[in-house]
């Protein structure tokens, strides 16, 4: 049986956050999907306060089927590896996954015993699990989804339900993906501030994302006083690549680059080449990358033939 009380447990989570969750839910609506959270969290007593930091994408090779979900963990690894570096203090605060797809509204007997499992292991870093479970689409309301929020504590066979009175959707910026100082800079909300400075080149590359990248939001980063493109760049094998493309001004012009997040041999080699290259344009640097990319991946496939 779930239960509902002791311990106490307050949640603290961006909405940048549920919009990342919200966002791998739109791409996969007929299978389940998930990912680590990441963050930090205080206990006094019976007390814990969660605050989410961080989400991680379940990888590339992840497994998905309509009542099932697996995740990359080694590629989630090396992520928090990398955000560890930066942030020191981080943990692992848990995951979430989805039912929406397959009308189960609670954790399955499967969770339930994964993450029980995973809280009592000698490696768990924490004394607890913190699980998100997305349960269903939504017609109406702010949110997309309904969401349930689970508290599991090491030697500790009970579920607890955190109820929504504890949970405390904030307007913070992620470490990840990243997200700081950014606004959304779109040409229908800053219609003349993306167009401005004369840069026409910015303008053609937003209708080449809108017509052939549509998931590339224009952003712009209030620290550095950039626009820049992240999106997410499908390839061949149906692998998806979180990307950025920068904007920055060059003796009077503008250059343009691009980097992504991949750990696969050949795939990473080329990420790395494209750290210190520069484009005329956000369109040219991703269909460059593009064509590599799904190159190194054919010839791969080609060899294992």
Same mark, same amino acid.
């Given at each position: 049986m779930f239960k509902s009380r002791n311990p106490e447990v307050h949640i603290y989570i961006p909405q940048s956050a549920l919009d990342v969750i919200f966002d791998e839910c739109d791409r996969y609506d007929v299978d389940e999907t998930g990912g680590r959270i990441i963050g930090n969290y205080q206990k006094k007593g019976n007390k814990y306060t969660i605050e989410v930091l961080g989400i991680l994408d379940p990888g590339p090779n992840a497994k998905r089927t309509a009542t099932s979900f697996f995740q990359d963990g080694e590629y989630q690894e090396k992520i928090f590896r990398s955000v560890e570096e930066k942030y020191p203090h981080i943990e692992h605060l848990g995951s979430w996954h989805t039912h929406h797809v397959n009308g189960l509204t609670t954790l399955s007997s499967g969770d339930r015993a994964t993450y029980q499992r995973i809280v009592n292991h000698h490696m768990h870093n924490t004394d607890f699990f913190y699980a998100l479970l997305v349960v269903e689409k939504k017609t109406t309301g702010q949110q997309r989804y309904t969401i349930k929020h689970y508290f599991l504590r090491r030697k500790d066979s009970a579920i607890y339900e955190i109820s929504d009175s504890q949970v405390h959707v904030i307007n913070k910026p992620l470490i990840w993906p990243i997200s700081e100082n950014e606004d959304l800079a779109s040409s229908v909300t800053h219609g003349e501030e993306f167009k401005s400075n004369s840069n026409h080149e910015r303008v053609k590359d937003q209708e080449f994302f809108a017509d052939f990248h549509p998931s590339f939001r224009p952003l712009f980063s209030k620290k550095t006083n950039v626009f820049y493109w992240k999106g997410k760049l499908n390839l061949i094998d149906d692998s998806i690549l979180d990307m950025v493309v920068m904007e920055n001004?060059?003796?009077?012009?503008?250059?343009?680059?691009?980097?992504? &997040?991949?750990?696969?041999?050949?795939?990473?080699?080329?990420l790395?080449?494209?750290?210190?290259?520069?484009?005329?344009?956000?369109?040219?640097? &991703?269909?460059?990358i593009e064509r590599e990319l799904n190159q190194q991946i054919y010839l791969k496939k080609e060899s294992l033939i």
């Open positions: 001004q060059h003796d009077g012009g503008w250059k343009y680059s691009i980097a992504g &997040v991949d750990q696969r041999p050949g795939i990473s080699d080329i790395t080449n494209y750290k210190d290259r520069t484009f005329k344009s956000a369109r040219i640097a &991703v269909f460059n």
